[in-house]
């Protein structure tokens, strides 16, 4: 029974020092695409219930990253921080290489003038800041 379990212990000792002498585990390059948006523009004013394009630029989207499907959320800054609303996505699962996705301003958005919205893929980019405002005033 010793021998047994000496052997087996000699065994997992030299697996262990294998493992530990092995080369080192070069850090992998990620590759992070953060498209740029280019809609909505600075001060752009969105009417509640509405339709808008959401668009971004592709020239420079990666080969490794043409199948990579995004998500848009609608926030606003306050005290320097970013407030998203990660519970009502604008969008989601859309391919980025297509530039652009159609959503509708929220019906009941608070009426406000810093709102952003962020595409996320990889990284998120925020839009500048734009308002949303009521259907009637």
């Not at 290489?97 to 009941?108: H, I, K, L, R, W």
């Not at 406000?112 to 962020?118: F, K, N």
């Not at 990284?123 to 500048?128: E, I, L, Q, T």
């Amino acid at each position: 029974m010793f021998s047994s379990f000496s052997t087996i212990f000699s065994a997992f000792l030299m697996a262990a020092s294998a493992i530990v002498s092995a080369a080192p585990v070069q850090p992998v390059e990620l590759l992070v695409f953060s498209p740029t948006l280019t809609s909505p523009k600075a001060g752009d004013i969105w009417t509640c219930g509405q339709k808008y394009n959401v668009t971004w630029e592709t020239d420079n989207i990666p080969e490794e990253k043409q199948n990579a499907t995004g998500l848009i959320l609608l926030g606003y800054l306050y005290n320097n921080s970013e407030n998203l609303d990660i519970h009502h996505p604008l969008g989601a699962n859309f391919l980025l290489t297509d530039g652009y996705y159609e959503v509708t301003a929220p019906q009941n958005a608070t009426p406000r003038v810093d709102y952003t919205v962020v595409l996320f893929g990889d990284s998120g980019n925020a839009s500048p800041e734009f308002a949303i405002m009521p259907s009637s005033l």
